[in-house]
């Protein structure tokens, strides 16, 4: 099997690869690195594959670990947002399978070869893989870990019901992204936005339960509120971009605190946490969860204050 990032000569000699996998990046240098070490580990039936880091704007530069990771491609995109950094990448790019992977994120061992299997056999839609948590212990999950394992990355959900993939496991024949066109800017759902745009082309997006990623937990409650506040701050731009009346929203912000009684048992039954107890912190959780996300649907509503909201992660 072949390396994943060869030097330039021998990248030269084997001509292109057949998947290019592009990595947006923001002020997680630590985490950048865990993710080359496991997307670097990939091997391949046949053929190789480049990886191209596209920064963001972060915070410190990252010439300590280009310096380190020689056969990888370093750009970087001033204009803020993950979407025109993975379009970045997606313009530097020879490969073509176009994987979408982000920095914070831990791939399996064959999850780039179950991604190049679907995209080559079936090249007229882009595909979709799990996202797990990472646990810190696996034996003894924390609440955000258990809330976050069950209900933060729902990617069969998104796909087959709301038609698209988070880009943090995403991968798309080149011909078809350039079809289907660029993400957008900051401050849109891009993953979103392109995934169902992709469809109302005639190219939804396919699941595939074995290209498993694993993303850490939220460290904090605050964190957490920060993710579910962008995606609040998305929804209710797209409620009233459509001319909905501010009532269906406050009676969805009703709907979502009831939401938790009904959740209970299915956090309480799910295989995705490993202990009883786990799943009882997972609880609290939930609770806290929905509470926030009732009272911050009511705020935005009567102050329309989207501006920090629509960030990505500008101030982390």
């Not at 950094?85 to 064959?110: K, S, T, Y």
């Not at 289907?180 to 900051?186: A, E, L, N, Y």
Request: charged share 25%.
């Amino acid at each position: 099997m072949d390396m994943a990032i060869p030097s330039d000569q021998t990248a030269t000699s084997l001509g292109a690869p057949r998947a290019s996998v592009i990595i947006p990046h923001l002020n997680t240098p630590e985490l950048l690195v865990k993710c080359l070490q496991a997307v670097a580990s990939q091997r391949l039936d046949h053929g190789w594959f480049e990886i191209i880091v596209v920064d963001n704007g972060s915070r410190v530069r990252l010439d300590v670990v280009a310096a380190a990771w020689t056969g990888v491609k370093f750009l970087l995109e001033p204009e803020p947002g993950p979407g025109p950094a993975r379009n970045l990448g997606v313009a530097h790019a020879r490969g073509r399978v176009l994987a979408f992977v982000d920095a914070d994120i831990r791939v399996a061992p064959d999850w780039l070869q179950r991604g190049i299997n679907a995209v080559e056999k079936d090249p007229e839609h882009p595909y979709g893989g799990d996202v797990r948590i990472d646990f810190e212990d696996p034996n003894n999950p924390s609440g955000i870990e258990a809330f976050e394992a069950v209900f933060s990355f729902r990617q069969k959900m998104y796909i087959r019901r709301k038609g698209f993939s988070g880009t943090g496991n995403l991968m798309v024949d080149r011909d078809l992204f350039q079809k289907i066109g660029p993400f957008g800017p900051i401050g849109t759902a891009e993953d979103a936005a392109w995934g169902r745009k992709a469809k109302a082309m005639g190219h939804p997006t396919r699941y595939i339960p074995r290209m498993i990623v694993f993303h850490p937990a939220r460290i904090s409650s605050t964190d957490l509120e920060a993710r579910w506040g962008r995606l609040i701050a998305h929804d209710f731009g797209k409620h009233t971009s459509a001319g909905k009346p501010i009532l269906f929203w406050h009676l969805r912000a009703y709907a979502v605190i009831l939401s938790a009684m009904v959740h209970v048992p299915k956090l309480l039954l799910s295989r995705r946490v490993p202990s009883v107890a786990a799943r009882f912190r997972g609880v609290a959780v939930l609770f806290q969860n929905r509470w926030f996300r009732f009272t911050k649907m009511r705020s935005i509503a009567r102050d329309g204050h989207l501006d920090t909201a629509m960030q990505w992660n500008r101030t982390s």
